[in-house]
Nanobody, 123 residues
Framework: VPLQACGGGLVQAGGSLRLSCAASGRTFSTGAMGWFRQAPGKEREFVAAIGWSGGSTDYADSVKGRFTISRDNAKNTVYLQMNSLKPEDTAVYYC?????????????????WGQGTQVTVSS
């Protein structure tokens, strides 16, 4: 399932960005999708996930209330709306897909990964 993430950039603290991830292949419509991020010198961490139907979502505590994950199965695309951005949100953001339909936090549950998009939040 090739994944192509885009939408990153440089934004001031308090600003917003929307990331998109386009996927190909039938796995997208039947599998959960997730967003992860990796800051310099840190491990890749879970950010958000959405079930195959879009009816279930899960978020890291650090982004709850600020980020919203959504998906459009007709377009094979998953989104991450990021509001009230903070400098600590600066990282490379990756989208990922898994074969299972439930949301999941461990990154080894995801078998397909995009190339990442840089998000930089200035103070």
């Amino acid at each position: 399932v090739p994944l192509q993430a885009c939408g990153g950039g440089l934004v001031q603290a308090g600003g917003s960005l929307r990331l998109s991830c386009a996927a190909s292949g039938r796995t997208f419509s039947t599998g959960a999708m997730g967003w992860f991020r990796q800051a310099p010198g840190k491990e890749r961490e879970f950010v958000a996930a959405i079930g195959w139907s879009g009816g279930s979502t899960d978020y890291a505590d650090s982004v709850k209330g600020r980020f919203t994950i959504s998906r459009d199965n007709a377009k094979n695309t998953v989104y991450l709306q990021m509001n009230s951005l903070k400098p600590e949100d600066t990282a490379v953001y990756y989208c990922a897909a898994r074969a299972g339909w439930r949301t999941s936090k461990p990154r080894d549950e995801y078998g397909y990964w995009g190339q990442g998009t840089q998000v930089t939040v200035s103070s």
